[in-house]
């Protein structure tokens, strides 16, 4: 990694974590479309997966009473089959449609959380199963496989205490099971991982630090439609830069 490439990083890790601290979720969807520009995918998906198993950590130590622990133990055993399937395509998979598949994902998102598209209508548990499978795999293949999670679980709890507790228990298991993986597969063993996952943690405590100052003073509704933008900036720019190899 060259001196440029650690500067960018730099921002773009502040950014994430400084919108993690806010909203408690979306670090990843914003920082791992940025890096691709300037590291590979292997090399992304990995750093950014054990940052946000910290902030995960860092952020659930006051809501582990709220966690309600049915609603995770129905999403867990899908979600380990899409981790492994997910690691081996993320192994094997050329560049090209990785840059792709992310690319339209995140701007997916993006028009989702920019005209605020949701419904309130509560759904069955069966729907545990493509969701975990689906947040495992996307997970795995590109860091940001927790909007599956987060629009599940808004449908089955509507209490705010309990979804926040719930999604940060569910996101540290899903994290861990997705560090044991990588491991084993050896993306976590690449030079320069160690080095920049602990070059990167002052910038994750900072940018929680702010966010967390910041979040009463600006809505839900217009912090979403702010990630919103970003993340359709994001994941267009990734649709340029696949079109362009």
Do not use: C
Request: aromatic content about 10%.
């Amino acid at each position: 990694m060259t001196p440029d490439i650690y500067l960018a990083a730099f921002f773009i890790l502040l950014l994430a974590y400084f919108i993690r601290g806010i909203t408690g979720f979306g670090s990843g969807l914003i920082a791992i479309p940025l890096l691709a520009h300037f590291l590979p995918l292997t090399f992304v998906v990995p750093l950014v997966l054990v940052l946000d198993f910290i902030a995960s950590v860092v952020l659930s130590r006051h809501t582990h009473l709220q966690v309600r622990w049915d609603e995770i133990r129905s999403l867990l055993p899908a979600s380990i089959a899409g981790i492994l399937i997910g690691a081996l395509l993320l192994v094997n998979l050329p560049r090209e449609p990785l840059l792709i598949g992310l690319g339209l994902f995140v701007i997916f998102f993006g028009l989702r959380y920019l005209f605020n598209v949701h419904s309130e209508k509560p759904i069955s548990r069966w729907w545990s199963l493509p969701t975990g499978f689906s947040g495992g795999l996307i997970g795995a293949m590109f860091g940001t496989g927790g909007p599956p999670f987060v629009v599940y679980l808004s449908h089955r709890l509507h209490d705010k205490t309990q979804l926040r507790g719930t999604l940060s228990g569910l996101f540290m298991l899903d994290g861990a099971l997705r560090i044991v993986t990588f491991l084993v597969m050896g993306l976590l063993l690449q030079t320069d991982m160690l080095s920049s996952i602990l070059l990167a943690l002052p910038l994750l405590g900072l940018g929680l630090y702010l966010g967390n100052r910041v979040h009463l003073g600006i809505s839900r509704r217009q912090m979403l439609a702010v990630i919103g933008v970003l993340l359709l900036g994001s994941g267009g720019s990734l649709l340029w830069k696949a079109w362009a190899l």
